[in-house]
């Protein structure tokens, strides 16, 4: 097993080696500056989500693409030393949607599912799949952070209208969401200093 683990490291290391280096010319998209926040902070699945949102608008910007995947995959990792070799295969699968030629992930996949048929592990809990049809607390928390954050990156792009919107969308959810009441303040403030 360790042996196994070095190996989706090393593997992933030389995935990376390529380097997703981040340019001096700031990404304005709001999707994926919450989502490098959050992988910044170690929440890989509240991460994939925004990461995803960002692609998916924005299929033509490789480090975008880049990024998505490295988080797709590290992700997978934790799920494989946690012994969720499912849910690891589910991350694989995801990345290599992206990138289906990417032989390291190809193999990646392919070890991974050789875990499942070894461990015969049940089906993956529906709440640990970031793609869940259903809407679970879980998800809702997601849903929510994803709009504050949004907000946040817009407020920060002083686009105060947008960003009461994604804050409005919060409390939608959950009516006695402080942060959100707060900074809907700030911004119609903003908005009426800037007049």
């Not at 080696?17 to 910044?40: E, H, M, N, R, W």
């Not at 988080?71 to 992206?98: G, M, P, Q, R, W």
């Not at 792009?157 to 009441?181: C, F, G």
Request: charged letters at 30%.
């Amino acid at each position: 097993m360790k042996e196994l683990i070095f190996l989706l490291t090393f593997n992933f290391l030389l995935l990376t080696s390529a380097g997703i280096c981040f340019s001096q010319q700031s990404d304005t998209d709001p999707y994926f500056i919450s989502g490098v926040s959050k992988y910044l902070e170690g929440e890989y699945q509240e991460a994939i989500p925004l990461l995803e949102k960002a692609f998916e608008t924005n299929k033509k910007n490789k480090k975008i693409e880049q990024f998505f995947i490295k988080a797709l995959v590290e992700t997978a990792i934790i799920c494989i030393t946690k012994n969720e070799y499912k849910d690891a295969s589910y991350y694989f699968e995801k990345a290599l949607k992206i990138n289906p030629k990417d032989e390291k992930l190809q193999r990646m996949l392919k070890k991974t599912q050789v875990l499942i048929a070894e461990s015969k592990q049940p089906e993956p809990k529906q709440e640990n799949i970031i793609a869940s049809p259903q809407i679970s607390d879980n998800e809702k928390r997601k849903m929510m952070s994803e709009h504050f954050n949004k907000a946040t990156a817009l407020f920060q792009q002083q686009k105060y209208n947008e960003a009461i919107k994604e804050w409005d969308e919060v409390l939608k959810n959950d009516p006695n969401h402080q942060q959100s009441k707060e900074m809907i303040d700030k911004a119609k403030k903003m908005l009426v200093n800037a007049k």
